[in-house]
């Protein structure tokens, strides 16, 4: 009989225990949650570019590792190390100018040039921090705001002139040259470029909105999409290195051409903007 009395009320115990867990649940949460993520997006240029390129936009992609300190049950501050991998690309078709130049005997002319396509792209590799504060609703909607620091990790600009074809006018003589390969002159062919860059801290107003799944105990996964909003000029100023031609002679060099970017254009800004998806798996401590 004492055995059926402990049996009973072991079980009454667990009934209101679960019962207990099941109505007071929304007030236990996970204090502390690590994550992993991975995104990817389109990366827009917010300014107007030199030599009148247009830029097309170009990717974003990146993974990283996140903390968040829940307050609640629904407010949560985080930070995070998101390693990104972005490329601006640019473009102008038909692009041509001209410049006096003095070659190598000291005879001053004018050095024309032209090409089919110019393309530019600039490669940026960043190492993010982003600071946020997080909201989540009784049915699992999300919103997440804050600022983000971008520190540089490496970075490069390609400069490619399809088709380049110069040539020499001489006005005092109303001569023109179109092919004098020792002087730079003639159809040159495609023409690539590359070279490191420096750039500026990047500060960074973000956001993301989506849906938390709670795959199982202190386990979730969250499914967003993102923005990320440049709010600085990351072109490091270098007035020793700025060029208003994208061509450059010098008359004493084997290769008198001079192959500049449009990058090295003091006119040159670069504010970027980035809309992707974002998937976060994060575990409760």
């Known amino acids: 009989m004492k055995k059926v009395i402990y049996a009973v009320s072991l079980f009454g115990l667990c009934l209101v225990a679960q019962t207990a867990k099941a109505q007071f649940s929304r007030y236990y949460y996970n204090k502390h949650e690590v994550g992993v993520s991975v995104q990817g997006g389109y990366l827009g240029v917010q300014n107007s570019l030199p030599y009148n390129l247009k830029s097309d936009g170009g990717m974003s992609v990146g993974a990283g590792l996140h903390y968040d300190y829940h307050l609640s049950r629904k407010w949560s501050v985080g930070i995070g190390g998101v ?3 972005n490329t ?7 692009f041509e100018g001209s410049m006096p130049v003095t070659d190598y005997e000291g005879t001053n002319f004018v050095l024309r040039y032209k090409t ?3 393309k530019e792209k600039v490669t940026l590799n960043d190492l993010n921090i982003p600071i946020t504060v997080s909201y989540t609703m009784d049915n699992n909607i999300y919103f997440r705001t804050g600022v ?12 490619t002139f399809n088709n380049l074809q110069t040539e020499a006018y001489f006005p005092q003589y109303e001569l023109v040259w179109d092919k004098l390969e020792y002087m730079g002159i003639g159809n040159m062919g495609d023409i690539k470029e590359k070279k490191d860059i ?6 960074a107003w973000v956001g993301e909105v989506g849906y938390k799944y709670e795959l199982a105990d202190r386990q979730n996964l969250y499914f967003g999409l993102y923005f ?5 000029d990351v ?11 994208l061509l450059g002679y010098e008359a004493e060099r084997k290769d008198p051409l001079r192959y500049n970017s449009a990058y090295d254009n003091s006119a040159y800004k670069l504010k970027t903007y980035t809309i992707g998806i974002k998937v976060k798996y994060g575990f409760g401590l």
């Open 116 to 118: 089919s396509t110019l």
């Open 148 to 159: 983000q620091i971008g520190l540089n990790m490496t970075s490069e600009v390609e400069t």
């Open 198 to 203: 420096d750039v500026n801290t990047r500060i």
């Open 83 to 85: 390693y990104s991998m």
């Open 235 to 245: 072109k490091k100023s270098n007035n020793a290195a700025s060029s208003t031609s």
């Open 228 to 232: 990320d909003v440049g709010l600085n």
């Open 88 to 94: 601006v690309k640019s473009e102008n078709t038909r």
